[in-house]
């Protein structure tokens, strides 16, 4: 081939060079035409693997956008900050045989109600989501919350115990680690990698969240930054009401009697994971798993190996 291509006339290879220039822009244009449609396409077909299905409903002047699938007891997942009903999709898919799955977009998140005039500090979040859950009709039921959504399944559990048949919680914020995380210590400079304004940001935001990002092709992330960029303020919001609410220190966690399922990851820079301490002094009941390698965000970066320590949990309960 080399020695074809060597007796080719300098004319002849060089317009073989500019006919394949041409078609990787041409490649190129068509993959940023159609970037969005297959990013909907690939969430689509995640969802499908989870057995999940889009849904709607309306509580009192709140509308909310979930997914649901599956039989049999019924587990709430509630996601993080910044985060949507997606992020628990390939975690869904190993619960969704067993279990019916219940995966919300919390307001100001998703595809659910949103604005500037709401609050959304986690007491008040946890009260919408007890409108969801009587608007759907769920009356008793596994919870399981991320992040943010850990310290709005907390205050949920304690305001309705007589509700929850466990409470999960994955990398959640409740409480102030002994061992300030790399993401408190960038608060206190005045940094917040989670509030991003650029491609670098969030390239950066991705790869500071997550220890074993999954593979996300160029184009896919570039629909992905632009559905962030465009939460800007909306993100900007949410972070003040709750960093001026009661986010920081649960005052109640000895009150908590369910079972409590903790699993969080050895390497997570968010909420460090000397947290687990704090909840297992405080709380009665809890199964704790720690993850080697594994970062803030255990849903997308060990999805398997997530569920099969829940499912464990949930089959003792």
């Known amino acids: 081939m080399d020695d074809q291509w060597n007796q080719m006339p300098a004319s002849c290879r060089i317009r073989h060079r500019l006919a394949f220039l041409l078609l990787a822009v041409a490649l190129i244009l068509v993959l940023q035409g159609c970037s969005e449609s297959i990013f909907k396409a690939g969430i689509n077909w995640e969802r499908q693997r989870a057995g999940l299905t889009e849904?709607?409903?309306?509580?009192?002047?709140?509308?909310?956008?979930?997914?649901?699938?599956?039989?049999?007891?019924?587990?709430?997942l509630v996601h993080g900050f910044g985060s949507?009903?997606?992020?628990?999709?390939?975690?869904?898919?190993?619960?969704?045989?067993?279990?019916?799955?219940?995966?919300?977009?919390?307001?100001?998140?998703?595809?659910?109600?949103?604005?500037?005039?709401?609050?959304?500090?986690?007491?008040?979040?946890?009260?919408?989501?007890?409108?969801?859950?009587?608007?759907?009709?769920?009356?008793?039921?596994?919870?399981?919350?991320s992040s943010m959504g850990g310290a709005i399944a907390i205050y949920f559990s304690h305001e309705h115990p007589d509700r929850i048949i466990t409470l999960g919680l994955m990398s959640a914020a409740g409480v102030l680690s002994p061992r300030p995380s790399e993401y408190m210590q960038k608060l206190e400079k005045g940094e917040n990698p989670?509030?991003?304004?650029?491609?670098?940001?969030?390239?950066?935001?991705?790869?500071?969240?997550?220890?074993?990002?999954?593979?996300?092709?160029?184009f896919v992330r570039n629909v992905a930054y632009e559905q962030y960029r465009k939460r800007q303020a909306i993100n900007q919001k949410i972070f003040n009401d709750i960093a001026t609410g009661e986010v920081t220190e649960v005052p109640f966690l000895p009150e908590i009697n369910m079972p409590v399922f903790i699993l969080w990851g050895e390497k997570d820079r968010v909420l460090?994971?000397?947290?687990?301490?704090?909840?297992?002094?405080?709380?009665?009941?809890?199964?704790i798993v720690i993850l080697d390698g594994i970062g803030h965000a255990p849903m997308y970066e060990a999805p398997e190996i997530s569920a099969k320590h829940y499912l464990a949990f949930l089959q003792q309960n």
Do not use: C
């Open 55 to 76: 849904a709607s409903i309306k509580a009192r002047d709140l509308h909310f956008s979930y997914l649901d699938g599956g039989r049999g007891n019924i587990v709430l």
């Open 84 to 145: 949507n009903k997606d992020s628990w999709n390939r975690f869904a898919r190993h619960l969704s045989s067993k279990y019916r799955v219940v995966a919300v977009d919390l307001p100001g998140h998703g595809e659910s109600a949103s604005g500037l005039e709401y609050n959304y500090g986690i007491p008040s979040q946890a009260r919408r989501l007890a409108l969801f859950t009587e608007a759907l009709g769920i009356d008793r039921f596994h919870i399981l919350g």
């Open 194 to 218: 989670l509030l991003v304004r650029s491609r670098e940001d969030f390239d950066a935001m991705l790869e500071f969240v997550m220890a074993q990002p999954p593979y996300m092709p160029w």
């Open 272 to 287: 460090d994971v000397s947290s687990v301490e704090v909840f297992e002094k405080r709380i009665p009941r809890t199964e």
